[in-house]
T-cell receptor
């Protein structure tokens, strides 16, 4: 069964607007971590933001925020004030405590920022 | 600059060649990972080294041979590869090998083409 679902293969957003990238996950663990990574065409996986399953507040890192809805098992990434440099693949990922060494990625969403 | 350094950045090799990919980190992380990523797909786990010992081998063909000479270095030896092995090979490291839910730091990857 797929553990991470990203239903948007591709997204477009106008420069300076906000965009939400969807992510839902499946786990029976109580302790887990959720991550978003950005991968530009150069290939490097760039860490953006982290949300722990016990964190009560939604994570924020600069222009990135994570809309964490635990009951719905969703962890959507919100990018505010999009920039042309935000165009990239975005991967949602999960690490479960009981499967500590495996880091599961979703299929990714390709974001294109339009001038 | 990424704190995980991978060399070379690009590699073209014939099916009869022997080559090695190298990965280095100086963050004191005790777990290191090799991932394979095909175009437009998420990364797939190949190997995990925990405290310099191989702890996970995701049924990778024997033509891929990992090596961890010390806690800072991780190699991937390649021999008799097939054209379908062409991919981006990503190295990652994490502070906590099997406990906790911390994230990974990725390198920029090696783009491998097998001809």
């Amino acid at each position: 069964a797929q553990k991470i679902t990203q239903t948007q293969p591709g997204m477009f957003v106008q420069e300076k607007e906000a965009v939400t990238l969807d992510c839902t996950y499946d786990t029976s663990d109580q302790s887990y971590g959720l991550f978003w990574y950005k991968q530009p065409s150069s290939g490097e996986m760039i860490f953006l933001i982290y949300q722990g399953s016990y964190d009560e507040q939604n994570a924020t890192e600069g222009r990135y925020s994570l809309n964490f809805q635990k009951a719905r098992k969703s962890a959507n990434l919100v990018i505010s004030a999009s920039q042309l440099g935000d165009s990239a693949m975005y991967f949602c990922a999960m690490r479960e405590r009981d499967y500590g060494q495996n880091f599961v990625f979703g299929p990714g969403t390709r974001l294109s920022v339009l001038p | 600059d990424t704190e995980v350094t991978q060399t070379p950045k690009h590699l073209v090799m014939g099916m009869t060649n022997k080559k090695s990919l190298k990965c280095e980190q100086h963050m004191g992380h005790r777990a290191m990972y090799w991932y394979k990523q095909k175009a437009k797909k998420p990364p797939e786990l190949m190997f995990v080294y925990s405290y310099e010992k191989l702890s996970i081998n995701e049924s990778v063909p024997s033509r891929f041979s990992p090596e961890c000479p010390n806690s800072s270095l991780l190699n991937l030896h390649l021999h008799a590869l097939q054209p379908e092995d062409s991919a981006l090979y990503l190295c990652a490291s994490s502070q906590d090998p099997g406990t906790g839910v911390g994230g990974y730091t990725f390198g920029s990857g090696t783009r491998l083409t097998v001809v």
